[in-house]
Each structure stands twice: as C-alpha cells, then as structure tokens.
T-cell receptor
Framework: SQQGEEDPQALSIQEGENATMNCSYK?????LQWYRQNSGRGLVHLIL?????REKHSGRLRVTLDTSKKSSSLLITASRAADTASYFC?????????FGTGTSLTVIP | KAGVTQTPRYLIKTRGQQVTLSCSPI?????VSWYQQTPGQGLQFLFE???????NKGNFPGRFSGRQFSNSRSEMNVSTLELGDSALYLC??????????????FGDGTRLSIL
C-alpha cells in the first residue's frame, strides 16, 4: 500500500494547548494535503503544501514538509474544543491520491 | 455555492443485492472521486472520473463500478454485495487536476450497511 501513516494514532490535549501530528509517506509526491473529518461527516480540506515548499501557514495551522525524510507535520496552535476531529494527510503522486491512516484528536474543554 | 451532495445518506442492504449511490459535485467541478472508508482499512481510493471518463482506478474488484454523466454527476454501483462492503462511501469533487494537485471537496457520504 502507498498510504501514508499518521503518528500518533490518537492524541488528547487540553484546550489552549498545541497539537502536533506527523505524517510519513512512501513515494515521491507532487504535493501533500491535510484534511479534517468530524465524526460522521465528510473530509474538509485544510491546507495543501507543494513538494518544493517547506512550510505553510493558514490561521492557527502550520504545516511543514521534509521531502528528504518523506514526512510532514501539522501543528494546531491554541487548540479549541471544536478542533476535536480526525486528521488525515493525503499525498498525490502521478495520477493517484492516497490518504493516511489518520490521527484522532480530542481537545478537552 | 452548494457543496457536494451524496444520496442516500444511509442504506441497508442484504448480501447478494446490488446498490447504486449518487454524487452531485460542486458546480463547475469536472473531477469526481469515490472512496471507501472502514475502521480497518481507512480511506481507500475506488476510482476517479473526469469528463465522463474513468481516469484512475484503485485496487477494488470488478463488482465496484461507476460512471459520470455529462453534467458531472456521478454514480457508483456495487453488485453482489458482501458483508465486507459495509462502509462509509465518500465522494469528492475537484476542479479537474489529477494526482491530488487540487483540494478535494467531500460530501458527507453514504453509510452502507450489509446484513
């Protein structure tokens, strides 16, 4: 399988703390995307980082990409209870698109 | 702009039956992809359609098929249903780029349960 893997599988933090999730993938990529999924809902696109970029910000989100290590990280700063969800990385390579296994984040009010 | 709409939201079928799921993409989006999500296997890519043609296909048996109409709406069909087909089926649309070069917009899925 060419799926990526997120680490940790589950993360529980207090509101206001930062949350960091990591993604490792196996093949060369065109870009990497992060998505959020609330329970019972579809996925919501958060951020796209291209293979020639190393860092990208969007609001409270910060994404880094290290193509030499085939890894990416998603940092959510000042977390809120509403950030409770599963987070997935997705990689595009050639004409295929692969999702990772996901990190389940719980933010405790 | 209306989002991606999937119908029905919930479906219960028995083994051996067939099922058709529907997806209406965001207006102007020409690419529609289908995914199967299960607790054990995660999100698995089924296939992608662009301008009524299947452009990419995942590693699923021939019981899983799809099509796309001229208005970009897409349907997915599963024949001879098996217990293992129980899953959340997600549809996603994008403007047109392949290889995940553009953000995908997802519907809320169809929850299929096989008895």
């Amino acid at each position: 399988s060419q799926q990526g893997e997120e680490d940790p599988q589950a993360l529980s933090i207090q509101e206001g703390e930062n949350a960091t999730m990591n993604c490792s993938y196996k093949t060369s990529i065109n870009n990497l995307q992060w998505y959020r999924q609330n329970s019972g809902r579809g996925l919501v696109h958060l951020i796209l980082i291209r293979s020639n970029e190393r860092e990208k910000h969007s609001g409270r989100l910060r994404v880094t990409l290290d193509t030499s290590k085939k890894s990416s990280s998603l940092l959510i700063t000042a977390s809120r209870a509403a950030d409770t969800a599963s987070y997935f990385c997705a990689t595009g390579a050639g004409n295929q698109f692969y999702f990772g296994t996901g990190t389940s984040l719980t933010v405790i009010p | 702009k209306a989002g991606v709409t999937q119908t029905p939201r919930y479906l219960i079928k028995t083994r051996g039956q067939q099922v058709t799921l529907s997806c209406s993409p965001i207006s102007g989006h020409r690419s529609v992809s289908w995914y199967q999500q299960t607790p054990g296997q995660g999100l698995q890519f089924l296939f992608e359609y662009f301008s009524e043609t299947q452009r990419n296909k995942g590693n699923f048996p021939g019981r899983f098929s799809g099509r796309q109409f001229s208005n970009s709406r897409s349907e997915m069909n599963v024949s001879t249903l098996e217990l293992g087909d129980s899953a959340l089926y997600l549809c996603a649309s994008s403007v047109g780029g392949g290889g995940g070069n553009q953000p995908q917009h997802f519907g809320d899925g169809t929850r299929l349960s096989i008895l």
